[in-house]
């Protein structure tokens, strides 16, 4: 489990997508105060299921 470095609050995981780029990227964001911080190394291409 992530802890806010802020408030010290919990953070979970959840996804960020840019839908006019195409990409997505994942992110720690806290329950408490709302803050975020990047998960991935870099944004993913968004693909399509078949």
Same mark, same amino acid.
């Given at each position: &489990?992530?802890?806010?470095?802020?408030? +010290?609050?919990? &953070?979970?995981?959840? /996804?960020?997508?840019?839908?006019? #780029?195409?990409?997505?990227?994942?992110?720690?964001?806290?329950? +408490?105060?709302? /803050?975020?911080?990047? #998960?991935?190394?870099? @944004?993913? @291409? &968004?693909?399509? @299921?078949?």
């Amino acid at each position: &489990m992530h802890t806010c470095d802020k408030c +010290n609050g919990t &953070m979970y995981l959840e /996804r960020a997508i840019d839908m006019d #780029a195409g990409l997505v990227i994942t992110v720690l964001a806290c329950l +408490n105060c709302g /803050r975020r911080k990047v #998960a991935d190394a870099e @944004p993913r @291409p &968004m693909t399509a @299921p078949r």
